[in-house]
Nanobody, 123 residues
Framework: QVQLVESGGGLVQAGGSLRLSCTAS????MGWFRQAPGKDREFVAA????????YFADSAKGRFTISRVNAKNTVYLQMNSLKPEDTAVYYC????????????????????WGQGTQVTVSS
């Protein structure tokens, strides 16, 4: 059983930045999702196991970056120019499917999930 541990959430003003971290041992491609109150969980970004390919939701493009340091078993989500609509619980997820092209935005593609970390952006 893989345990994913997120950290780095918090309260930030609009226009500010936060960096989320997720640790997970083993060979997995990783994704970040978020869920706002009353809304479905939605895809934010993903990164292949090798770090060679990254994918973003339209809402994240140009503002968020995703990276990983496999030697530290850690994936990062750097979030810049944050907006109040980015407020949500952010979850990291791991998939054992290491193909270069998979349906990154599908929740069902991921085998393991973290407990989530709250991100609140004030206006």
């Amino acid at each position: 059983q893989v345990q994913l541990v997120e950290s780095g959430g918090g309260l930030v003003q609009a226009g500010g930045s936060l960096r989320l971290s997720c640790t997970a041992s083993g060979r997995y491609s990783m994704g970040w999702f978020r869920q706002a109150p009353g809304k479905d969980r939605e895809f934010v970004a993903a990164i292949h196991w090798t770090g060679s390919n990254t994918y973003f939701a339209d809402s994240a493009k140009g503002r968020f970056t995703i990276s990983r340091v496999n030697a530290k078993n850690t994936v990062y989500l750097q979030m810049n120019s944050l907006k109040p609509e980015d407020t949500a619980v952010y979850y990291c997820a791991a998939t054992s499917n290491l193909r270069a092209v998979i349906p990154w935005a599908k929740l069902e593609e991921y085998d393991y999930w973290g407990q989530g970390t709250q991100v609140t952006v004030s206006s």
